[in-house]
């Protein structure tokens, strides 16, 4: 069940299953860049305006699981307007600044994504545009990312499963609640 805080706007109703913190691994793969594996820690939250903050890093991980050093940051604020329309700006360490625009389905958490602006510095990597889809599936998060260069049409490059990470405050609570000492509850 997704829990819709009390002082969220109302315009940001229908993205509520996005708060919270996730955390997750996915597979990063682009034409020119290394192919690797990469751990996520995703932020969306709110202050009561009309739009949500997202913050993300990524970090390349071994073999094992293990961080071997960062990936990626961005970080930006997801707007809705008329109806389920949505206006996100991005802005990534790697000096891109993007405009998307998208929206959510009709009856289903998913959230289709595409950038209408990309403005690069010099020193960036070239990028001329993206798309994202977002989709929350039995509790969880997963999203994929295509993007463009000049040289490489629009194709896959980075993908990622993230589950919710538990406030253990929350938990405590839930756990307080038990009957008992909690343990009957696994018997």
């Not at 996005?18 to 990063?28: E, F, P, S, T």
């Not at 970090?59 to 990626?72: A, I």
């Amino acid at each position: 069940m997704i829990e819709i805080p009390s002082d969220l706007h109302p315009d940001l109703v229908p993205l509520a299953f996005l708060l919270g913190d996730w955390a997750g691994a996915g597979v990063a793969d682009f034409p020119g860049d290394e192919k690797c594996n990469f751990g996520q820690e995703v932020t969306f939250s709110h202050d009561g305006r009309r739009f949500l903050e997202y913050v993300s890093r990524s970090w390349v991980l071994d073999g094992e699981g293990e961080k071997v050093r960062p990936l990626e940051t961005e970080s930006g604020y997801w707007h809705v307007t008329e109806g389920r329309k949505l206006e996100v700006v991005m802005v990534r360490d790697q000096g891109v600044v993007e405009v998307w625009y998208g929206e959510l389905a009709e009856g289903k958490p998913q959230i289709d994504l595409v950038t209408d602006a990309v403005a690069r510095l010099a020193s960036a990597d070239e990028y001329s545009g993206g798309k994202r889809l977002y989709g929350y599936v039995n509790s969880d998060l997963m999203w994929v990312g295509e993007k463009s260069t000049p040289e490489v049409p629009m194709r896959p490059y980075m993908s990622a499963h993230l589950k919710k990470v538990v406030d253990p405050k929350s938990w405590a609570k839930d756990v307080a609640d038990l009957p008992d000492d909690g343990i009957a509850f696994f018997r």
